[in-house]
């Protein structure tokens, strides 16, 4: 039976788009070991937002043809779709497939065994209007599932590369999605984490259907799904209809990431992002009326170019008022290729790494006092993993994102049990059980 390992960089959507690719690889009778292991394929599942990325997306491709120089390395994701020829020139890759046409991945294998030329199959994601299916029924690794209903995003903010490694945005089939959430409940997953490049942008490609109506169905379609959460929507995206459907709903947890970037509307602007402080902060002003006590995170850029010490205040005290209960903190990171890139007035990295420590400090703060307001509350709770120390510590997330630990036995991983919050803290809250509301199987 031949052999496969993976490798997947970067974000959830890649951790997705790897299990699709090996589903593909099972089908056709491989085996998966372990990337650390003897392989007679690795496949390297690439990221590109950042310079970084790209390097460490090297640094692994170099390791496995080190590993078994005979083996056939595959090399795909973000980064070999926009620098094919760059990795093609490591020497020891056989085959480069973008964030596309994956489903070609064994027949190029079984072409290279056949001819041993490298082959490069990566075309003009630009032109690509359709989403790439791929089912993933079950994870290996997870007691959450992620489920990608989108793909591409048609934003091109200057400091982001995306667009040009995914393409323009388009949408899984509302048949294919819900039929996908069915096969996850039925493998014995409770929640699913609805992900993409541009997850709540769900829609905008399609006449008559959009990502409020998706919510909708999958509330009433999916039989036993007990939790939707959405990875992440922008604050353009939050449209009334959507509210309608998150106060409404029974299954939409109490948790929004709402990607902010900065709080300082001349900032927004050389960052081309859509919306101003004032219409982000409404938004949410709504949302917390439709869902009070919602946890609200968020990413924010410190140190964008140009960026004054006054502009990146005015995020600070932005932050502060919108009350989140955890930020994504990234210092301003130049990737070759964007706007940003060439923009003048760069901000030192003395002070880049300054200003981060201050947004961290901020949100550490913000994480405790959003968790304190829950404290000796019963909360809902699905545990994941046990703790690194003890066996019968359990680690989970509340529906509204608090990570707490607290003592149960191993069996009640994966299902949806109550806890209440003893002693809040950040990052980890401890809770004691109190009942299994939930005692269906667990995914294997």
Not at 24 to 41: A, C, I, K, P, T
Not at 116 to 141: A, L
Not at 158 to 163: E, W
Not at 205 to 215: E, I, R, V
Request: net charge negative.
């Amino acid at each position: 039976m031949p052999k496969v390992a993976f490798h997947t960089l970067g974000c959830k959507v890649n951790h997705y788009e790897t299990e699709g690719i090996w589903r593909m690889f099972m089908e056709h009778g491989y085996e998966r070991v372990d990337f650390d292991r003897q392989s007679d394929v690795y496949v390297i599942n690439t990221c590109t937002v950042t310079n970084t990325g790209d390097k460490k997306s090297r640094q692994i491709i170099r390791r496995a043809v080190r590993k078994n120089p005979e083996a056939i390395i595959c090399v795909t994701g973000c980064y070999a779709q926009t620098s094919p020829g760059e990795i093609m020139e490591i020497p020891g890759v056989d085959i480069v497939v973008g964030t596309q046409n994956r489903k070609k991945m064994i027949e190029y294998i079984e072409e290279h065994q056949k001819t041993r030329e490298p082959i490069n199959g990566v075309s003009n994601i630009m032109k690509n209007r359709v989403f790439e299916e791929m089912d993933v029924p079950q994870f290996s690794d997870r007691t959450r599932a992620s489920l990608k209903i989108q793909e591409g995003c048609n934003n091109f903010c200057t400091f982001c590369i995306i667009p040009w490694s995914r393409g323009l945005l388009r949408s899984r089939d509302p048949e294919n999605v819900l039929k996908q959430a069915q096969q996850l409940v039925d493998a014995g997953y409770k929640e699913i984490v609805l992900t993409g490049i541009h997850t709540a942008g769900y829609g905008e490609d399609m006449p008559d259907y959009n990502f409020a109506k998706l919510l909708q169905e999958l509330e009433s379609k999916v039989q036993g799904l007990k939790r939707i959460r959405i990875s992440s929507i922008e604050a353009s995206q939050i449209t009334d209809e959507v509210i309608q459907v998150l106060d409404q709903s029974e299954k939409i947890v109490r948790h929004l990431h709402i990607p902010l970037q900065s709080g300082s509307d001349t900032v927004l602007d050389r960052m081309r992002r859509k919306y101003t402080s004032a219409f982000y902060k409404e938004k949410i002003d709504k949302i917390k009326q439709a869902l009070p006590r919602l946890a609200i995170t968020s990413d924010v850029i410190v140190g964008f170019p140009g960026e004054t010490e006054e502009e990146f205040m005015e995020t600070y005290n932005f932050v502060k008022e919108i009350g989140y209960s955890e930020l994504h903190v990234f210092p301003f990171s130049r990737r070759t290729g964007t706007p940003a890139a060439r923009m003048d007035n760069q901000v030192e990295e003395a002070e880049k790494n300054n200003r981060v420590q201050r947004m961290i400090d901020l949100s550490n703060q913000l994480a405790e006092q959003y968790a304190s307001t829950f404290d000796q509350e019963v909360l809902e709770v699905i545990p994941e993993e046990h703790g690194e120390t003890d066996a019968n510590t359990l680690i989970g997330y509340s529906d509204n994102y608090l990570k707490i630990q607290f003592s149960g036995p191993t069996n009640l991983i994966g299902k949806v049990v109550k806890v209440k919050l003893t002693k809040p803290g950040y990052p980890v809250n401890n809770g004691n059980f109190v009942r299994i509301i939930d005692d269906a199987v667990t995914p294997l």
